[in-house]
């Protein structure tokens, strides 16, 4: 340990390293002014790198003459405060990876780069003295001009652009006009986020008494760190709950941000923020530029903008004036990371909370069975949504035993008779299959050829529309063939089912209505989806048909018929996690069902009508099926009442991941388990994919801190271990996802 007058200055690179890096201070640079949470340029091997100072020490492990200086800082003042750094350190040691990689990834892109990015000062117009002393009316021949002259006039607040466009269509030329009369001028001002008065653009709702109860317990708790569980129906009027609890937080002058896990197929959410508030909004999701994705963080970082509407990836965006979190829709999938830093965003947004001292609110139709625990054991505040708000009335759920039925590609006849009548009412229908493309297999009729993906344990997917076999696992695309390679003379025939099988039949079908499909296939080209929800909405279509993208968020208020077209496809697998996704899935595309004043049916078709999943979901609905699942995960110890870690690894050479279990079991023999339950190792579900052998060991332990604990100890090891490097892994803490 070397004491020094030199302050040390530990920071993380984005790097497979899980500790920091120490450097001594810059030649020529002010040492107050470089501070925890600015970017710098180290040297670093051979080169140069960009890090990120986390802490300022007296004292380094190594001898001071090893250590090299920083070569230049970037930033003048702090980008992370330091409650974000200390998030973000929690979050490297909970889920046991590299802190540099953690911290880049709360940057956007471009300021991962090194990039500086300057964001302009938000234009506001004030009144000059002469505008003061001016009569309005002797603007009446511009409309324009007069009204923004009296609206300075009676309020005297200033304006910024996007009050103005509010304000008047056609803004720019009057604002011109006034400059140059010298009746206003430009002001630049520093505090951005709200102008009270001018807060609301369009009223609220008034809310039903329990909408009012969700919002007054929230709002009670603002400017202090509370968890609130918002269970409500779809249509309950959640987001009109949001909406409300916002506009408090904005009227306190802090900031909110709001996540939400696909705001491309919800561009109606967007709508809904900017027609209700004035202030600056900004977004952050994966269809920006990164340039517009830097800029949303730092105006949220400087206090310019007062709502951030974001992605999984959004979470970490610095708040000048936290005060609120919320995430909706917070069962969904989305919000886990699945790849690198595996993190779960909902759970690393209640912490945050904690630290920022603000409320999280947690919405959701489908609540996570990990949040309803949480409720159960009043960790969470329970805010329930009971009934649909405004006139919309709840859609009946129908199963309908397809055993022994005769069906048309999916489609059975009293499946179809209900179609037609739904249709004849000039209603629209709405159909989902979780499948895309023709059909997932091509088998040949005479030898059972079946089109295997080669890199993959997996078929290829036919795809007709791009006329080839596709692999949904890897980037792997043949051309489609029509005779068998194996026998050379058997006919290939497509098996199962896929939307674009469907919607082939459903144009034969129904000739004379309009069909649209929404998978990822056919909306791949920008501005699609907007495209085709703009149609549905006006009507101009009959039958809606989807995947997945379907359940989330829309609201389609003509459609009075919802087909789930094999619902069986889901019952049966091997992750424990199944089952909630399923009942997940069911009742939010049923969600999607009489939105307005029309009552609304869902038909899932099934061969398994007695099943206890589909019948307590259909009788007594998704609360009782969390209860009869979450009875049913503490009997077997399984999560929220254990706590897993999944160790993934793969390799290209089918021997070696066998060696590195063989360390990994020698290592583990010499570390204190904690009672840690080992499981495994076991080929994963899928044990090939792109070309890699896949296996995975579970650890399992009942109590959270004995895992973290036995984790603390086995990655630093398992990490410099030789066999390691020879194959890829990863640590998944608290996996939803077993494959
Ligand atoms: P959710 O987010 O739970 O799906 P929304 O907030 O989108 O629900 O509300 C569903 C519909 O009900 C919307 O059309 C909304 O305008 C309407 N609504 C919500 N709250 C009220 C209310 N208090 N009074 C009347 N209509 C409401
Ligand atoms: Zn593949
Ligand atoms: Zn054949």
């Not at 089109?451 to 076999?469: G, K, P, Q, S, T």
């Not at 899935?585 to 009489?594: D, E, L, N």
Request: charged content about 20%; hydrophobic content about 40%.
């Amino acid at each position: 340990m070397q004491h020094c007058d030199q302050p040390i200055f530990k920071v993380a690179i984005s790097i497979p390293a899980y500790h920091l890096f120490d450097y001594l201070a810059p030649e020529d640079v002010e040492l107050d002014t470089i501070k925890p949470g600015i970017r710098v340029e180290v040297p670093f091997g051979s080169g140069k790198k960009m890090a990120y100072l986390l802490e300022i020490a007296t004292h380094s492990e190594f001898e001071l003459s090893k250590l090299k200086s920083i070569i230049r800082v970037i930033d003048p003042y702090p980008l992370l405060s330091p409650k974000d750094l200390r998030l973000l350190q929690w979050a490297a040691s909970y889920y046991h990876h590299p802190i540099g990689v953690v911290i880049a990834t709360a940057f956007p892109a471009a300021l991962r780069q090194g990039k500086v990015i300057q964001i302009k000062p938000i234009k506001r117009y004030a009144l000059t003295d002469l505008g003061l002393a001016t009569d309005s009316q002797q603007l009446k021949r511009s409309s324009n001009q007069q009204r923004i002259l009296e609206k300075l006039q009676s309020s005297s607040a200033n304006l910024t652009e996007i009050e103005l466009a509010l304000l008047a269509e056609g803004w720019k030329p009057a604002i011109k006009q006034l400059l140059s009369k010298q009746l206003i001028q430009l002001s630049f001002a520093e505090e951005g986020v709200t102008n009270a008065g001018a807060l609301m653009s369009k009223p609220a709702l008034t809310a039903n008494t329990q909408q009012q109860q969700a919002i007054d317990s929230v709002c009670a708790s603002l400017g202090q760190f509370g968890v609130f569980l918002l269970d409500g129906v779809t249509g309950s009027g959640k987001t009109e709950v949001y909406l409300q609890i916002i506009h408090s937080v904005l009227e306190r002058g802090q900031q909110v941000l709001v996540l939400v896990p696909e705001i491309t197929l919800t561009p109606q959410l967007e709508d809904r923020f900017r027609q209700r508030f004035s202030v600056d909004i900004v977004l952050s999701h994966s269809k920006l530029t990164d340039k517009q994705r830097a800029m949303a963080w730092l105006k949220m970082q400087q206090g310019q903008a007062a709502i951030l509407l974001g992605t999984r990836s959004a979470l970490f965006a610095p708040l000048k004036n936290p005060g609120l979190i919320i995430l909706d829709e917070e069962h969904d999938a989305s919000f886990k990371q699945q790849e690198g830093f595996r993190f779960s965003a909902r759970d690393i947004a209640v912490v945050r909370g904690q630290l920022l001292d603000v409320p999280v609110l947690l919405g959701s139709a489908t609540p996570s069975l990990e949040s309803v625990h949480n409720a159960n054991k009043q960790r969470y505040q329970l805010l329930a949504l009971p009934a649909r708000a405004g006139k919309a009335i709840e859609p009946t759920l129908h199963l309908l035993d397809i055993r022994n039925k005769r069906m048309q590609e999916g489609l059975s006849a009293a499946l179809l008779e209900e179609m037609h009548k739904t249709l004849a009412k000039q209603e629209q229908v709405l159909l989902f299959l979780n499948r895309r493309g023709f059909a997932p297999t091509l088998i040949c009729h005479s030898c059972g050829w079946v089109a295997r993906c080669h890199r993959c344990d997996a078929n290829l997917v036919i795809h007709f529309d791009e006329n080839c076999l596709r692999c949904h696992h890897c980037a792997n695309e043949e051309a489609l063939i029509r005779s068998c390679p194996d026998c050379k003379v058997g006919e290939l025939t497509p098996l199962g089912l896929g939307t674009e099988r469907v919607e082939k039949v459903l144009t034969e079908l129904f000739p004379d209505k309009i069909t649209v499909r929404l998978d990822r296939d056919s909306t791949q080209r920008k501005g699609t989806l907007e495209d085709y929800l703009q149609q549905i909405n006006n009507g101009e279509v009959d039958i809606i048909l989807g995947t997945q993208m379907l359940a989330k968020g829309h609201h389609f208020p003509n459609v009075t018929l919802v087909a789930i077209l094999d619902v069986d496809s889901g019952l049966f697998s091997i992750d424990f996690h199944a089952a909630e996704k399923l009942a997940q899935m069911i009742v939010q595309v049923s969600g999607r069902a009489g939105r307005a004043e029309k009552r609304g049916k869902v038909i899932m078709q099934t061969r398994q009508p007695d099943h206890p999943l589909l019948t307590t979901l259909i009788e007594q609905g998704y609360q009782s099926f969390a209860i009869s699942a979450l009875a049913e995960r503490k009997q077997a110890s399984l999560p929220p009442f254990s706590y897993q870690a999944l160790l993934r690894v793969q390799a290209s050479d089918s021997g070696l991941p066998s060696i590195f279990f063989q360390a990994l079991n020698e290592l583990i023999k010499t570390l204190n388990v904690r009672h840690t339950q080992i499981l495994g190792p076991v080929s994963a579900p899928m044990a090939r994919r792109a070309g890699h052998y896949r296996y995975q060991l579970l650890f399992q332990n009942n109590r959270r801190k004995d895992l973290q604990l036995f984790l603390d100890e086995l990655v630093p090891k398992l990490a410099v271990l030789k066999q390691a490097q020879k194959v890829q892994w990863t640590l998944d803490v608290d996996p939803v996802d077993l494959y």
